[in-house]
């Protein structure tokens, strides 16, 4: 079940190592697998709540970085490296913001951090499996209609 992530336009993505990309990508899998095989509406709707909660890469480097920087502002005279750990926050998120990636997000990919679309695709997923899309089949076994709900995400 390759090629049902195409999503070579995302500069995280591209700037990720394949074997994070793919780690993520089995997560995802192993979770729309387990619901196509549950066939249980609630727990599809539970597991969707939790899916909006979820922080995904540009909001925590966000906050991450501007918590940073504030704690630098905020202890400016304790010395100067405060000054230059802020001064780096605010370089890794402005890197971040204009190129697409960076270290930082580098490093939060290799914990399982996930970006927003791959949180949507996850969830639009789900929602095909819970019937909310016309377009996946209602026949065939749990693995088809996981890479029906997953094709139809992409979509």
Not at 33 to 43: G, I, K, V
Request: proline share 3%; glycine share 10%; hydrophobic share 40%.
């Amino acid at each position: 079940m390759e090629s049902w992530n195409r999503m070579s336009t995302d500069a995280v993505r591209r700037h990720t190592p394949e074997g994070t990309n793919r780690r993520i990508d089995e997560r995802v899998e192993r979770c729309v697998r387990h619901m196509a095989e549950q066939h249980d509406r609630a727990a599809i709707t539970r597991y969707l709540e939790k899916l909006e909660r979820e922080w995904d890469l540009n909001r925590l480097l966000s906050v991450g970085a501007s918590a940073v920087m504030l704690v630098g502002l905020l202890v400016w005279k304790e010395g100067r490296g405060w000054r230059l750990l802020s001064g780096v926050a605010a370089g890794l998120l402005l890197q971040h913001g204009l190129l697409g990636y960076g270290p930082l997000a580098e490093g939060l990919r290799a914990l399982g951090v996930r970006t927003r679309r791959e949180i949507d695709l996850e969830k639009f997923a789900l929602k095909a499996l819970r019937g909310d899309f016309e377009r996946i089949p209602h026949e065939g076994g749990p693995l088809a209609k996981a890479n029906a709900a997953l094709v139809a995400a992409q979509s």
